[in-house]
């Protein structure tokens, strides 16, 4: 039977606990991350039947989303207009919380023009309430040490406009970033040149350990606070090319296991192409191999 006394240190304990800030509690608080997918694995088959495709996505356990191919001038997204669009993923219980954006097709054009597009993916992710805005892709003609300079110029101010707009503001790697240029990097540039509070990262693990010669694990401790978003996919162990998850020589396990997961918000399988079969049977062994070797690690 609980005595008196015990009974009143026990309401004291519970009333101490319930006037304490929310924030003291944030140590005992997992993360729970959604399983994502890059839709641009599935172009193909996003191109012939959006709706029947995210069904499917949806169907291999893929609770989340990175999207690609938004129409600012029509406001749509893969031909559906954007409010519409909402109302597919809904229905799904499914998210989209980052889009990567064609800003590269604007990098030398008047920046009048770079803005207007910003302002209407802008417009787009509210619609859709996706979290992030991402710059994915630097064309080849503007590879070079003075247009990276140029390009973190850039980053900065759409940064500054996007999250003045509420929403967060990305950069996405690929290998290009790590060429050396007489001793000089891109990727150095970008780190150094724009504003961590404005722009964050979002990490290719799969072309970071292609071409960096730091690990991911070695770039998100020397640059704390950045890398918001993963992306997620396998290198073949022969042509270093894409590869479906476990088919390839990056070691997820080891790597995730021990990896910061401090300030990730969201991450995103991939696979740009080299698929086994095709792109629909790539994402579903993936998914399969995720959800049974990798998943524990979110």
Not at 11 to 27: D, Q, R, Y
Not at 35 to 53: E, K
Request: net charge neutral.
């Amino acid at each position: 039977m609980t005595t008196r006394r015990k009974f009143l240190k026990q309401s004291g304990t519970v009333a101490t606990i319930a006037i304490l800030p929310s924030s003291t509690f944030n140590f005992v608080k997992e993360k729970k991350f959604k399983m994502g997918l890059q839709l641009f694995t599935i172009r193909d088959a996003m191109a012939i039947n959006p709706v029947a495709t995210l069904k499917k996505v949806r169907e291999l356990g893929y609770e989340d989303s990175e999207l690609f191919g938004y129409d600012g001038e029509k406001g749509t997204y893969y031909g559906i207009k954007a409010d519409d669009f909402k109302k597919v993923i809904d229905d799904l219980d499914f998210s989209v919380t980052s889009g990567h954006y064609d800003f590269s097709s604007y990098f030398n054009k008047p920046f009048k023009e770079l803005l207007n597009y910003v302002d209407k993916c802008i417009e787009g992710s509210h619609i859709i309430n996706a979290k992030y805005i991402t710059w994915p892709w630097l064309a080849p003609e503007y590879r070079t040490i003075e247009n990276f300079k140029i390009l973190s110029e850039k980053l900065n101010k759409i940064g500054e406009r996007v999250t003045q707009a509420g929403l967060g503001f990305a950069y996405h790697n690929h290998d290009f970033e790590f060429a050396d240029h007489n001793g000089k990097m891109g990727y150095d540039i970008i780190l150094k040149e724009t504003d961590a509070s404005l722009v964050k990262l979002q990490m290719d693990m799969y072309w970071v350990e292609h071409s960096s010669k730091l690990s991911p694990a070695e770039l998100i401790q020397q640059n704390p606070g950045r890398y918001v978003m993963w992306h997620i996919k396998d290198m073949d162990k022969i042509t270093r090319d894409y590869s479906e998850l476990g088919n390839g020589s990056i070691d997820y396990i080891k790597m995730l296991s021990t990896i910061n997961k401090d300030v990730l918000q969201y991450y995103y399988i991939e696979q740009g192409g080299n698929f086994a079969k095709n792109s629909m049977q790539s994402i579903t062994d993936s998914a399969n191999y995720f959800k049974k070797n990798l998943k524990q690690y979110f």
